[in-house]
């Protein structure tokens, strides 16, 4: 058979969750808002599949662009590019 390619492949150890954060996550995580310009901390949050960053992204810095619907624009540096990636509130900490 030929190997996966899915979108969560090799995330086994990296989107697992502490022993005290699984189960549901908290409601104020999917409230929360943010300010365009507002630093945020990309922490993927594994029990919410929609709007997920890609998992290569998980720990990096950015700062919010714009509001798309629910979803923010992050805009972080990958290496010496600028990327731009969408991602829902309950993926992001305020730094």
Do not use: C, W
Request: charged share 35%; proline share 5%; net charge positive.
């Amino acid at each position: 058979m030929p190997k996966t390619k899915g979108f969560r492949r090799k995330t086994r150890h990296k989107l697992k969750r502490g022993l005290r954060e699984r189960g549901l996550s908290p409601l104020t995580r999917a409230l929360q808002e943010f300010d365009e310009g507002d630093r945020v901390y990309i922490k993927i949050d594994s029990s919410v599949h929609k709007g997920m960053p890609y998992p290569r992204y998980q720990g990096a810095n950015g700062v919010i662009k714009e509001r798309r619907g629910r979803a923010y624009l992050v805009e972080i540096k990958d290496g010496g590019k600028k990327k731009i990636m969408i991602s829902r509130p309950q993926h992001l900490v305020k730094i």
